[in-house]
């Protein structure tokens, strides 16, 4: 629903999320694609014009458009606008997210950052913008000593 999104501004910044619902372990396509549709379906039952991330990375690292980018996602309450959503599937409080999703979000948003010339400083997680569990301590922890070791840039 266009009309119930607005347009994007430029991109800034880049936050990663998980979908924190029960743990997920399915790795095939169509797995993902009828977990993604249920987070699609809970996010458009909120009012929003369309699933609130515009990324998503499977257990298998593969990689899902969710909402376009023309449009500013609804994934950080107060901190949307220039703000590119990545989410990774799976509660990462009750599970670890497998190597193949990681290896996909890393790969994912350095090419993200390139293409927006966003820098690794701006490449945040949501508790970080809000008080929330999002995205979980194994993948907030991932993202920790991914930056701490640079691999970001």
């Known amino acids: 629903m266009p009309g119930l999104m607005n347009r994007m501004v430029p991109v800034r910044y880049i936050t990663v999320h998980h979908d924190g619902m029960d743990p997920f372990y399915g790795n095939s396509r169509a797995s993902a694609?009828?977990?993604?549709?249920?987070?699609?379906?809970?996010?458009?039952?909120?009012g929003w014009g369309d699933i609130g991330y515009h990324?998503?990375?499977?257990?298998?690292?593969?990689?899902?458009?969710?909402?376009?980018?023309?449009?500013?996602?609804a994934h950080v309450k107060d901190h949307n606008e220039g703000n590119l959503g990545v989410m990774a599937m799976g509660n990462f409080d009750l599970q670890m997210p497998t190597n193949?999703?990681?290896e996909g979000l890393g790969r994912h948003v350095k090419i993200l950052?390139?293409?927006?010339?966003?820098?690794?400083?701006n490449i945040r997680t949501h508790q970080e913008w809000a008080v929330t569990a999002c995205p979980g301590r194994q993948l907030q922890r991932h993202m920790d000593v991914v930056r701490d070791n640079h691999m970001f840039g």
């Open 33 to 46: 694609a009828e977990r993604l549709e249920v987070i699609r379906r809970s996010h458009r039952n909120k």
């Open 55 to 73: 990324f998503v990375i499977d257990r298998g690292g593969r990689v899902w458009e969710a909402r376009h980018r023309y449009f500013q996602g």
């Open 100 to 102: 193949a999703q990681l």
């Open 113 to 121: 950052m390139q293409m927006y010339n966003v820098p690794a400083r």
